[in-house]
């Protein structure tokens, strides 16, 4: 079969885009929110004016709000989570994401006010309002009160001051705005900071505790970003206090003969008298008797293991991670997760191990349906986070484990094929792939490079088309990538397009490409009518005629020829399917209708009758 060249249509995207939209109008609400009625009665005169309201809900729901996590995922926007955990470098060596000094380093003040703008409600919140005493009465935190003698009465002593919280405060259940809800956080921390300048430790540990529990309710999801900021934000000037008050407290223990501790001190630096009332605040977190409370204010005070030795932190990581396990709900496991990645990158940004290992190491699920999606689904958050080496080696691992997809699995009493999912996949991949910028050092489109000797060497059914598929969505990926601009874009990542600019090079190299996936494809129409599978021929040759229709330039007449051939192919053996060659007919006349396609080409086309 001669060779054949790919020529790809020049788009203009925005100008397509703009002819084919429609008038569109905003909307404020969500289509499904509940409408409420107010209806109003005037009686007598003696009587006062009642009034009701009726909440129509359009399916019937019992709340007429929606704040379903799917509703979330349909804003297509990127929750604080991803955003952060997607900066975390893999590689040790190389420069922090949250270094000051790294271009795209984003304060984490600039990242908290978008969270806090972004994720808002107007549903009511539940506040639990507790009047917190000083539990242990005031005095420093060497003691945090009374110390009793013997190991067993001091965790008695500490259990006994952190239930006075539970059993004698005086606790109010309130429904709050978002705003009211802000504001009594914010006066907690108020609270919070006068507790502690009046030297009642255990009461301020007792206010950052309340404030951690607020994070296990999670019934309004779509503030759940803006209540885990606002609640951290106390945790960390708690942290930030104890933490000054033992560097205070270790400087005026050392000897006059000294000069003052440096920032950058070494654990035996540090009097053993400061190193034990580091201890002992441990040991009273430690106490904290709920799961979550006791992880969140352990993190808040992870840099005061400085000042016990080099090892603790390490050790400390490994334990929190583990910890997490233990926390029931998804959401607030991930938001755990994500602030003890964040205060232990603040801490010890070397320890990317440790950081690391805070979640599900992919390699190690057992399905590997399951390990390709989250490559692809961690490949594409690291690209919205301009973490590109990152994105790299989850695209490359997704790639590496294509191989490995067993040729069927188990479906109830018979076996399935996989290789539709596997084609739904590399789909996925392929759109994946598009904004992905090349990296110089490996060469033009070395991912998809790398992905078509995967699929060019994996055993295919020889009944199936699905490699068939692929290569016709190549020739669409690389026809995109031929465009002056992308359609696909991500924000402050700079792709091919503007990589290579209009390098002839780049061009070419692209060319060749799409010459080798066409003539593949008709290599394999070839082989179809060879063995005489007919039908298999025409309808794939109608497949590839609609793909030269989208993305060929058929006033081309090299590309004209071979659209022609291929219809003509299909109509001649009466085996295609005849709605599906009719849409296409309309669709060339109309494509010629506005000149986009010849009206030659157009006239030259014919249905074949069936009788």
């Known amino acids: 079969m001669a060779a054949y060249s790919w020529t790809p249509r020049k788009r203009n995207y925005a100008l397509e885009i703009k002819k084919s939209g429609i008038a569109t109008e905003s909307c404020e609400n969500h289509p499904l929110k509940g409408i409420i009625v107010t209806e109003t009665k005037i009686r007598t005169r003696s009587d006062p004016k009642v009034e009701s309201q009726i909440v129509f809900d359009p399916l019937g729901a019992s709340n007429g709000t929606i704040s379903d996590p799917l509703s979330q995922m349909a804003a297509a926007t990127l929750d604080p989570l991803s955003a952060l955990a997607a900066k ?29 703008a972004k994720f808002q409600t107007s549903e009511k919140l539940s506040f639990t309002a507790a009047i917190i005493t000083g539990g242990g009465g005031a005095g420093g935190d060497d003691d945090m009160g009374a110390r009793p003698s013997g190991v067993s009465e001091k965790m008695k002593n500490r259990l006994e001051q952190l239930d006075d919280f539970e059993e004698g405060s005086v606790k109010e259940m309130l429904s709050l705005s978002q705003q009211e809800y802000t504001k009594r956080i914010e006066d907690l921390n108020q609270t919070l900071l006068g507790a502690w300048q009046q030297d009642q430790r255990v009461k301020a540990l007792k206010i950052v505790i309340q404030c951690s529990k607020f994070l296990v309710e999670t019934s309004v999801m779509q503030f759940y970003p803006s209540k885990f900021v606002l609640i951290t934000d106390v945790l960390e000037h708690f942290g930030q206090l104890v933490y000054d008050r033992l560097f205070l407290k270790a400087q005026q223990m050392l000897p006059g003969s000294l000069k003052k501790l440096s920032e950058d001190f070494s654990p035996d630096q540090i009097p053993e008298t400061a190193k034990e009332t580091a201890r002992n605040w441990f040991f009273k977190i430690a106490s904290i008797r709920e799961l979550v409370p006791r992880f969140y204010v352990e993190i808040s005070i992870l840099k005061c293991y400085r000042f016990l030795d080099r090892e603790e932190i390490p050790r ?54 399951t390990r390709l999606q989250l490559y692809v689904l961690c490949g ?22 294509l191989p490995e997809m067993p040729k069927t699995v188990d479906s109830d009493i018979k076996q399935k094929s996989t290789e539709p999912w596997i084609g739904e996949f590399l789909n996925t991949l392929l759109s994946a792939l598009l904004p992905a910028p090349d990296n110089p050092e490996v060469g033009v489109l070395y991912l998809l490079r790398g992905l078509l000797n995967v699929v060019q060497e994996y055993d295919w059914d020889k009944a199936s088309d699905t490699k068939f598929g692929f290569y016709v969505n190549v020739l669409s990926l690389l026809a995109s990538h031929q465009q002056d601009e992308l359609l696909i874009r991500v924000k402050n990542v700079d792709s091919n397009d503007a990589l290579y600019g209009s390098d002839p090079k780049y061009f070419h190299e692209l060319s060749t490409m799409s010459d080798t996936i066409l003539n593949e494809i008709l290599n394999h129409l070839k082989s179809l009518g060879d063995s005489k599978q ?9 497949t590839l005629f609609a793909e030269i229709i989208h993305h060929g330039d058929v006033k081309q007449e090299a590309m004209m020829k071979l659209a022609l051939n291929l219809w003509n192919l299909a109509q ?18 109309a494509r010629a209708s506005i000149n986009l396609i010849s009206a030659e080409f157009a006239s030259k086309l014919y249905l074949q009758s069936r009788t």
């Not at 007919?534 to 109608?542: A, I, T």
């Not at 053996?573 to 006349?589: F, H, I, N, T």
């Open 380 to 401: 594409q958050t690291a690209l919205l986070n301009q973490c590109l080496s990152q994105a790299d080696g989850f695209f490359k691992a997704a790639i590496a484990l």
């Open 534 to 542: 007919h039908r298999r021929q025409s309808e794939l040759s109608l």
């Open 88 to 116: 975390i470098e893999i590689k040790a060596d190389a420069p922090s994401a949250h270094h000051p000094d790294n271009e795209t380093f984003e304060p984490w003040a600039s990242k908290r006010a978008d969270i806090l």
């Open 316 to 369: 400390a990581l490994k334990r929190l991670v583990n910890m997490i396990r233990g926390i029931g709900d998804p959401l607030v496991s991930s938001y755990a997760r994500c602030y003890l990645t964040r205060i232990a990158h603040d801490v010890v940004p070397t320890l990317t191990d440790y950081l690391w290992t805070c979640f599900i190491t992919i390699p190690s699920l057992q399905s590997i349906f």
């Open 572 to 589: 001649s053996q009466g085996l295609s399917d005849p709605k599906y060659a009719a849409r296409l007919m309309e669709l060339v006349k």
